[in-house]
């Protein structure tokens, strides 16, 4: 078999076989092909596709490049969220605890942030004593004992992702749906749960823009996730706007132990007890009404709350700055945005947020660099509202006086105003069985 005559095949828009599509994950994992080759093949599949048996091939042989975690002691209990990325997505954060709280056992990797968007594991770590890493034994341990436990991602998990993702990455390739979700997919077979729920995100601050191509996509990943042989249901989120009021690691952590303590019910709310209901009716083959009960009760009730104590506790987090926030890191300059005229504020662009986010310490531009815990943006008006000359728009929260000046300027040109109020957007587009 040769690489040549694989490339030549997808470039004339034939399908390639299993053999095939096994030799080339297994021989560019190994090395024995060079990138060239590999490119080559990345962009024929850009322009050609891949048939919904080539993308579940690609997907299993992808997951089966490195380890694969054997979660098969806990059955059909095993429940993982995923989301696309996107402003102000603190959502694992309540989700994970929340549906744990109801007999899900949620084993969980996340990732780190980079540029506009924000990372669950950056959040965790803004939690005081907080361990993002585990070995595998305390892994499946706390999860056997408590039913949570998230940590970075480790180990040799699909090294023919990440690399991939890297080649995709500098050719242009980034998006093809069969190779974007391959790439989701892969990661969650290999992490090893048997439910899986899918956030994804469209819009201004997300990677897909439009509603079109965010459920293409979507519809594909559940497709290709049920032809794995997992439970799937995608979601799809508006990301337009920020999700919630807050950006930036602790004070994401702070929201969204308001949310999953019941004190605020407002669309990030709404999106994360989808989320849980979803992840719930799975696990506990009811329907996602029924679901949707159980996890309101799970916050009303404060089980939920209970849960997440429970779980920070477990890997080695300050509960104390859970029970109370002011433990958490905060920044030693909050300074106010001023609205410079009336109307009404009609529209954000949630990527420039971000990024104003990440000038004030609160992201990364580059893998590198560090990160100030405490800094971030607070809003104080969303699309939709009325607003005077001389309200606060936004709060920015930093260590660094520095940053303000070109942060503020960012978050300034992510800001549209009218006249006329909007028509109003939810945040839940669609969900997809």
């Given at each position: 078999?040769?690489?040549?005559?694989?490339?030549?095949?997808?470039?004339?828009?034939?399908?390639?076989?299993?053999?095939?599509?096994?030799?080339?994950?297994?021989?560019y994992t190994k090395g024995e092909i060079p990138d060239y080759q590999a490119a080559a093949l990345c962009m024929a599949i850009y322009f050609r596709g891949m048939s919904d048996r080539e993308t579940v091939t690609?997907?299993?042989?992808?997951?089966?490049?490195?380890?694969?975690?054997?979660?098969?002691?806990?059955?059909?209990?095993?429940?993982?969220?995923?989301?696309?990325?996107?402003?102000?997505?603190?959502?694992?954060?309540?989700?994970?605890?929340?549906?744990?709280?109801?007999?899900?056992?949620?084993?969980?990797?996340?990732?780190?942030?980079?540029?506009?968007?924000?990372?669950?594991?950056?959040?965790?770590?803004?939690?005081?004593?907080?361990?993002?890493?585990?070995?595998?034994?305390?892994?499946?341990?706390?999860?056997?004992?408590?039913?949570?436990?998230?940590?970075?991602?480790?180990?040799?998990?699909?090294?023919?992702?990440?690399?991939?993702?890297?080649?995709?990455?500098?050719?242009?390739?980034?998006?093809?749906?069969?190779?974007?979700?391959?790439?989701?997919?892969?990661?969650?077979l290999a992490a090893g749960s048997k439910n899986i729920v899918l956030d994804v995100k469209c819009g201004s601050g997300a990677f897909m823009k439009t509603i079109e191509d965010a459920e293409k996509l979507a519809?594909?990943?559940?497709?290709?996730?049920?032809?794995?042989?997992?439970?799937?249901?995608?979601?799809?989120?508006?990301?337009?706007?920020?999700?919630?009021?807050?950006?930036?690691?602790?004070?994401?952590?702070?929201?969204?132990?308001?949310?999953?303590?019941?004190?605020?019910?407002?669309?990030?709310?709404?999106?994360?007890?989808?989320?849980?209901?979803?992840?719930?009716?799975?696990?506990?083959?009811?329907?996602?009404?029924?679901?949707?009960?159980?996890?309101?009760?799970?916050?009303?009730?404060?089980?939920?709350?209970?849960?997440?104590?429970?779980?920070?506790?477990?890997?080695?987090?300050?509960?104390?700055?859970?029970?109370?926030?002011?433990?958490?890191?905060?920044?030693?300059?909050?300074?106010?945005?001023?609205?410079?005229?009336?109307?009404?504020?009609?529209?954000?662009?949630?990527?420039?947020?971000?990024?104003?986010?990440?000038?004030?310490?609160?992201?990364?531009?580059?893998?590198?660099?560090?990160?100030?815990?405490?800094?971030?943006?607070?809003?104080?008006?969303?699309?939709?509202?009325?607003?005077?000359?001389?309200?606060?728009?936004?709060?920015?929260?930093?260590?660094?006086?520095?940053?303000?000046?070109?942060?503020?300027?960012?978050?300034?040109?992510?800001?549209?105003?009218?006249?006329?109020?909007?028509?109003?957007?939810?945040?839940?587009?669609?969900?997809?069985?």
């Amino acid at each position: 078999m040769r690489m040549y005559d694989i490339i030549q095949k997808k470039r004339d828009g034939r399908e390639l076989s299993d053999e095939e599509i096994g030799f080339f994950v297994n021989g560019y994992t190994k090395g024995e092909i060079p990138d060239y080759q590999a490119a080559a093949l990345c962009m024929a599949i850009y322009f050609r596709g891949m048939s919904d048996r080539e993308t579940v091939t690609l997907t299993e042989c992808m997951a089966r490049s490195g380890d694969m975690l054997d979660l098969s002691r806990f059955g059909d209990l095993t429940a993982d969220k995923h989301s696309t990325g996107g402003v102000g997505d603190k959502t694992t954060l309540i989700v994970a605890p929340v549906a744990a709280s109801l007999g899900c056992v949620v084993t969980k990797m996340s990732g780190r942030g980079l540029g506009h968007t924000g990372g669950t594991v950056d959040k965790l770590e803004s939690i005081p004593g907080y361990r993002t890493t585990l070995t595998e034994e305390e892994f499946i341990g706390q999860s056997e004992r408590i039913g949570i436990a998230v940590i970075g991602q480790t180990g040799n998990l699909t090294p023919a992702d990440k690399k991939l993702y890297a080649l995709r990455d500098v050719t242009a390739t980034v998006d093809s749906i069969p190779l974007i979700t391959a790439s989701i997919m892969s990661k969650k077979l290999a992490a090893g749960s048997k439910n899986i729920v899918l956030d994804v995100k469209c819009g201004s601050g997300a990677f897909m823009k439009t509603i079109e191509d965010a459920e293409k996509l979507a519809k594909n990943m559940v497709d290709i996730g049920k032809g794995c042989g997992r439970n799937v249901t995608a979601v799809l989120t508006n990301m337009d706007v920020p999700l919630g009021s807050c950006i930036g690691n602790a004070l994401e952590v702070k929201e969204a132990i308001k949310v999953i303590k019941g004190e605020q019910k407002d669309e990030l709310y709404e999106v994360c007890v989808t989320l849980a209901s979803e992840m719930v009716s799975h696990v506990k083959k009811i329907a996602p009404d029924e679901a949707r009960r159980l996890v309101a009760e799970a916050i009303d009730g404060g089980a939920a709350f209970e849960k997440m104590k429970e779980w920070v506790d477990a890997q080695g987090g300050d509960v104390q700055s859970i029970t109370d926030t002011e433990y958490l890191p905060s920044a030693s300059l909050i300074y106010p945005v001023l609205s410079d005229k009336d109307g009404y504020l009609t529209g954000t662009d949630a990527e420039l947020i971000g990024d104003a986010a990440m000038i004030l310490g609160a992201g990364r531009a580059s893998k590198e660099d560090s990160i100030d815990m405490s800094a971030g943006i607070v809003m104080r008006k969303k699309p939709g509202d009325k607003v005077k000359k001389g309200d606060v728009l936004c709060h920015l929260h930093t260590c660094d006086v520095k940053r303000i000046k070109q942060a503020e300027e960012v978050f300034r040109s992510a800001l549209r105003f009218g006249a006329e109020p909007p028509e109003k957007q939810g945040l839940i587009y669609k969900i997809i069985r």
